[in-house]
């Protein structure tokens, strides 16, 4: 039975009252086929707003759900562009040519967003061929294009790459992925050029398990750039006209580095955030990186050997001086190696450096150290004196009498710490604390959150747990 609701205000000597009277209607409840199209688009749009280029679900895609309500509900799907534009091209699918073809269809002149896995089971797929046509055909339309294949099937890359169109006018993000085990990924490089004739829009470049060489030209205007599992080339960051003077953002994670570094600085004019994990020689990009803008530095997996060195990498070139040679370095995240922590010593040192931190990100638990080094009154020059905002999210429970303290030795100095972000345990143990001493704080209950956005990808693994 279908409700009416008729509102009356009442006024009383007091407030006013709303008076709700129910009337019953005999009609049968509307059919989902009578909710106009606009409404059906909007209802749509919010159901692959989050979608991403992921094989992860094997759920059906939203938009193929949709289709399979009703008939109108279909015609209108089939109807709207915008539902079509992410195309994913499984080889494992038997369909997978059939469904891609009808998206790129369906989706009929907007911009495409293209995700090709090729598992390599010895022999490329039969359909391969006419794959690598329809993307030559709609290469115009290409925005973003992934292309990835297992450990075995590089030969898989190698024949995409050299059997589509040779520029890609408006492709803005290209990934390419070869996954494997890290200990057996064989870090090669494309012996097909990547769209030797230019990629003008290219803003940013994600390579797994392959190297930078012949994936790249040098009028590419790329911000952000991420390397994982891969061999890196130092060769391909010089020169005036190297892509990489526009870089924004930089991800270096799990590199081999296979080549004699010299002393050729690496000008990046332009870089605002700069994120290193698992490498060998910290010290060696940190010296050889100009980034006179840099904002943001991510440091994962180093010890306190690493951070020593690390710290005289990142000396200002000035003569006699003992500033960091990142002056507008504000923002920096830290995880020390599995296990390992810093002498107080190497912690004061630490922080004489970076001395214009304004926010600290410790990822570790047991940071005794570093407290005591933070809230060192002792100390000749004040720690951090410009430090706004202290995460400490995966802190142990024992050491809270310690944060607390150095909270308060801190405010008594002149330093205060304004914001804190802490384990929702830690934050509860100590809410009255906080408030007493004006410290605003959050509750960071998953501590990946900490993480900054550039490292939220499927390949950022977190080995220590």
């Not at 090709?116 to 294009?145: A, K, M, N, W």
């Not at 930078?212 to 061999?231: D, G, M």
């Not at 004040?382 to 995966?394: A, G, I, R, T, Y």
Request: hydrophobic share 40%; charged share 20%; glycine share 4%.
């Amino acid at each position: 039975m279908k409700s009416q609701l008729e509102v009356k205000p009442l006024q009383t000597s007091t407030s006013p009252t709303i008076a709700c009277t129910v009337v019953q209607s005999g009609s049968l409840p509307a059919s989902i086929s009578d909710v106009p199209n606009e409404l059906l688009t909007a209802i749509f749009f919010a159901g692959c707003e989050d979608r991403s280029l992921s094989l992860r679900s094997k759920e059906l895609p939203f938009e193929i759900l949709i289709t399979q309500v009703s008939y109108h509900w279909r015609i209108v799907a089939h109807s709207t562009p915008q539902l079509w534009t992410n195309v994913v091209i499984d080889t494992q699918d038997e369909n997978h040519l059939k469904n891609a073809t009808e998206y790129v269809q369906r989706s009929r002149a907007l911009t495409l967003n293209v995700f090709v896995h090729v598992p390599y089971h010895g022999q490329l797929p039969l359909t391969f061929p006419s794959i690598c046509r329809l993307l030559s055909t709609e290469v115009e339309r290409l925005q973003v294009l992934r292309v990835e294949s297992n450990l075995a099937g590089f030969p898989s890359l190698q024949y995409a790459f050299g059997h589509i169109a040779k520029s890609a006018p408006h492709l803005q993000a290209l990934d390419i992925r070869l996954s494997g085990e890290r200990n057996i990924m064989p870090h090669v490089g494309l012996q097909e050029t990547v769209f030797p004739d230019g990629l003008p829009s290219l803003q940013s470049l994600h390579l797994v398990g392959v190297t930078l060489r012949n994936t790249v030209l040098p009028q590419c205007p790329i911000t952000s750039l991420q390397l994982h599992q891969c061999a890196y080339y130092h060769s391909s960051f010089r020169g005036a006209d190297h892509p990489f003077s526009a870089l924004t953002q930089l991800v270096l994670s799990e590199l081999n580095w296979m080549c004699e570094w010299g002393s050729d600085p690496i000008q990046l004019p332009l870089l605002k955030g700069l994120y290193v994990r698992y490498l060998s020689d910290y010290d060696k990009i940190l010296s050889r990186i100009v980034a006179p803008e840099l904002d943001t530095l991510y440091l994962e997996a180093v010890d306190e050997g690493e951070m020593a060195d690390i710290i005289s990498a990142s000396q200002s070139p000035e003569y006699n001086s003992d500033s960091s040679k990142f002056p507008r370095l504000h923002s920096f995240i830290l995880r020390l190696a599995a296990g390992r922590t810093l002498s107080p010593q190497i912690w004061r040192n630490f922080m004489g450096r970076f001395h214009e931190v304004t926010h600290f990100t410790l990822l570790d638990a047991n940071i005794g150290d570093f407290l005591q080094a933070l809230g060192d009154p002792d100390a000749l020059c004040v720690p951090w004196p410009m430090l706004e905002m202290l995460s400490l999210p995966n802190i142990e429970t024992g050491l809270l009498a310690d944060t607390m303290s150095v909270v308060s030795k801190r405010a008594d100095m002149g330093y205060p710490i304004l914001k804190l972000q802490l384990s929702p345990k830690i934050f509860a143990d100590a809410d009255i604390f906080w408030r007493d001493r004006g410290v605003y704080v959050e509750a960071v209950v998953n501590p990946l959150a900490a993480l900054p956005a550039a490292c939220h990808t499927e390949e950022w693994r977190d080995d220590e747990k």
